[in-house]
DNA sequence: AAGTGGTCTAGACCACAGT
DNA sequence: CTGTGGTCTAGACCACTTC
């Protein structure tokens, strides 16, 4: 990374920046090394630190840096591929998927989740949550909504708390022959909770699985999961798991 | 929306002028209605405009908002589902899809795609570009890599030039038998020309959907297609297309 | 206490769309 | 031409981590 000026030309100063920078990436950083900081890459460019800071955000937007109050700034090893949407359709919970059972309380749904679960808008529904891990770090969060109807035997137990009572939501949901999912994917930022399990500042991008479970001819329940986008990528194998996208 | 000031909290003045501005949103503007210009905004909440700007960047960034220079800051509709990974497996181009076949020349694939591809890196490729309308909108452009040892039977017509070019590399990949394919999604920045067939500016969030076709034992193509994440939520329909989450 | 990134200000000028 | 959003500056202070 040199000391030049960055030139005058028509693009955007940040837009040059952060090209430059990326090069610099590639050629003269190692994964999880540290940079200078802002003020002294700033001034190395000859440009104002909120300009430097614009083509930083876009780098880390592309999951090549990774910022971090009162640290610093270090190289983002590459996106790890988080396995979504196997081919065979799977209740959430089972034996072998990667989460991490959280809480479970009533909540009445919010206003998208009551719409995928029938027009019975309004009742308060089971909310679990669940957390995702993949190399030691939280690389998602998501909320279970789980109507009361679709787990009926569950009553009996609803007094337990915690963590104890999302398993037992789950165990009671699997009693259900699932007919079928339907999958969303999109941009969103992370509201402030999500944002605290993830480990990132909120407004953070995410990306927003929506799931809809099918059983019995209706919905039997609705998986928002939030993904951390900077160090992740979703991965949707039709075929057989292949070691190159894997990642 | 209501002259009051930001009260001073804890939690940042952006961050709080978004959750006021979304319920605004809501409750007093209709999609398509143009929001008062920024300075204007600035002034009326009593916050600098930059301030002011990082609130409705975010709300871009959620699909709640269109910012067009030059003309104004527009309500959104809200996003719509655009299918992606149909049940069964088929080639890009099959006679039913939304695309619409662009010119194609041979290019030396980025780096990350002739990964894909497999370990003859740096041989020249064809490489065809397509688009995709929906509502009379370009939501995705995609360039669909495809090593001309997957399609043999070019060569001969191989002078033809544009979109007719494009639409025989398709119609000689139909030959194959397709095993499978494989998908990734993940957040990315528009580069400038994908940028200008997107109508958006460079750096734009995007969507980028990595597919691998599997043919032969081997990748077949490798198609890198870019969706404007401010407008589309992607969908993955493994149950019959459903009403409620098509959008 | 020192150093980092995160937020915020009050300006300025530019690029573009619609007259 | 006017009005819009997009870029850029040179500061200031805050929140957080580390020592």
Chains 1, 2 share one sequence.
């Not at 995928?116 to 529904?125: E, K």
């Not at 679709?150 to 009671?172: F, H, N, T, Y």
């Not at 079928?180 to 994917?185: C, D, I, K, M, N």
Request: proline share 8%; net charge negative; aromatic share 4%.
């Amino acid at each position: 990374m040199g000391t030049t000026q960055v030139e005058a030309v028509p693009e955007p100063k940040y837009w040059h920046l952060k090209t430059v920078l990326s090069d610099a990436l590639d050629s003269e950083f190692e994964v999880g090394e540290i940079l200078p900081n802002e003020r002294e890459l700033a001034a190395r460019f000859g440009v104002a630190r909120a300009t430097l800071r614009q083509a930083l955000e876009q780098l880390e937007l592309e999951g090549r840096l990774q910022r971090r109050r009162g640290v610093g700034t270090t190289v983002a090893p590459p996106r790890f591929g988080v396995d979504v949407g196997p081919a065979e359709d799977s209740w959430p919970g089972a034996p072998d998927d990667a989460w991490q059972t959280g809480d479970c309380e009533d909540v009445e749904p919010p206003a998208p989740v009551a719409r995928l679960l029938g027009d019975d808008a309004g009742s308060p529904v089971h909310s679990v949550r669940r957390t995702r891990m993949t190399h030691g770090q939280p690389v998602a969060t998501e909320l279970l909504y789980v109507p009361h109807a679709s787990v009926p035997g569950l009553p009996a137990i609803e007094a337990a708390g915690g963590s104890a009572r999302g398993r037992a939501v789950l165990r009671e949901l699997h009693r259900l022959e699932l007919e079928g999912q339907e999958r969303t994917v999109e941009l969103g930022s992370a509201r402030a909770d999500d944002a605290r399990q993830l480990d990132r500042l909120p407004g953070a991008p995410v990306l927003v699985v929506t799931t809809r479970y099918l059983a019995r001819g209706t919905t039997a329940a609705v998986a928002v999961a939030t993904y951390r986008a900077d160090t992740c990528r979703l991965t949707f194998g039709d075929a057989q798991p292949g070691a190159l996208m894997a990642g």
